[in-house]
């Protein structure tokens, strides 16, 4: 991580240059809603991924992408978690993190956790109590924030399975191509920034919109800078105890004919399948959660949800999130007994796996 000390703001105040692959991801995601599917650009990405993700979870994307936008909303939160901004970790903070913290973000940061959880556990009409705490502080609570707030567990249920399906279905490809981008980006912006003034940097990555007032003041102690191929509108600004967080259209440092994924490299000699369908299985098996659960399957003939999710140490809600996947991968096959779901492992697809790896592997390690 680059750190610039302005000194010519304050002597406290330092500009960060950061990498966030989760709010890429969340700028993707919205930009799949509002494009139905329809991506375009000039990188080379899997454009069917996101035609079909689009027209399977629409109606989800929709309960959260348009009107007010949770997911935009919520994606806050992630200036708090550290970096590397990996995804494991946001599935990991999703599943340890209280109501009352979900929905400081989700109202906006007006209350604490603390005034939240006293409104929902101890008044009579808590959701009112909120509207009239944020109103009096200048804020606004619309019908949509009161509504996931008071279907909580069902809609951050429905928010995660569309966060996760989307990582693993369409995000996952094409994270390894932005990647370098990034770090070139923010390079070039470092090397900038030590030419020109902050003011001026801050003007050019908001398009030349006004400057925010509170922006730079004493008060300012870190400005933190993020690099975004699909960010719209084209910038996002988080402001918040003494921070500022500016996630920026990456075309400002990168040209057009730089985005293009027809370079001169390597030409690989192998069926692009059959890479796909082991990534497929690999990002499935990146969890250790996951290789755990395989593990009980494969080990504790009908074992149940439950006894998985003791032994764990997790709710059945995130077993059976991992298992949706595992499932969806044909790592595992399903069957109901006595009113329980059982599992045992799809030997027949562990096998296929493992051969087309090795196949993959002994073909890059031919040198003829």
Same mark, same amino acid.
């Given at each position: 991580m680059a750190?610039?000390?302005? %000194? %010519?703001?304050?002597?406290h105040c330092k500009v960060e240059f950061s990498i966030s692959s989760l709010f890429e991801m969340m700028a993707c995601l919205r930009k799949c809603y509002i494009s139905s599917g329809k991506? #375009? #650009?000039n990188l080379r990405f899997p454009i069917a991924r996101f035609q079909q993700f689009f027209r399977e979870h629409e109606l989800l994307m929709k309960k959260f992408y348009s009107q007010y936008e949770y997911g935009a909303q919520l994606a806050e939160f992630l200036v708090d978690l550290p970096v590397p901004h990996t995804f494991s970790q946001l599935m990991a903070y999703i599943d340890q993190v209280s109501p009352y913290e979900f929905l400081y973000y989700l109202f906006g940061r007006y209350l604490s956790e603390k005034e939240i959880e006293i409104c929902l556990t101890q008044t009579a009409s808590p959701f009112d109590e909120i509207r009239s705490k944020i109103t009096s502080l200048g804020g606004f609570v619309n019908a949509e924030q009161l509504e996931f707030a008071q279907n909580y567990e069902q809609y951050l249920q429905e928010l995660t399975y569309l966060w996760e399906h989307f990582y693993q279905q369409c995000y996952a490809h094409i994270e390894p191509i932005l990647s370098p981008l990034w770090n070139q980006a923010n390079e070039r912006l470092r090397a900038e920034l030590n030419q020109s003034g902050i003011e001026k940097i801050v003007r050019k990555l908001l398009y030349d919109y006004p *400057?925010? %007032?509170q922006f730079p003041t004493k008060e300012t102690k870190l400005i933190k800078l993020y690099p975004s191929y699909f960010v719209s509108p084209k910038f996002i600004l988080i402001w918040g105890l003494g921070e500022l967080h500016i996630v920026y259209d990456i075309r400002h440092y990168i040209k057009d004919d730089e985005l293009s994924w027809n370079g001169n490299g390597m030409k690989l000699r192998y069926d692009e399948g059959q890479l796909q369908y082991v990534?497929? *299985?690999a990002k499935s098996l990146s969890e250790i959660v996951r290789v755990k659960i395989l593990s009980f399957i494969a080990n504790e003939e009908n074992i149940k949800l439950q006894e998985m999710a003791d032994q764990l140490n997790i709710t059945v809600a995130t077993v059976s999130r991992h298992l949706n996947l595992l499932k969806q991968s044909n790592l595992i096959k399903e069957r109901k007994e006595n009113g329980y779901h059982l599992y045992e492992i799809n030997e027949k697809e562990v096998k296929n796996y493992c051969? *087309?790896?090795q196949k993959i592997f002994s073909i890059g390690n031919d040198k003829t």
């Open positions: 750190v610039y000390t302005m %000194e %010519e703001v304050n002597h991506m #375009g #650009g *400057i925010p %007032e990534a497929d *299985i051969s *087309i790896l």
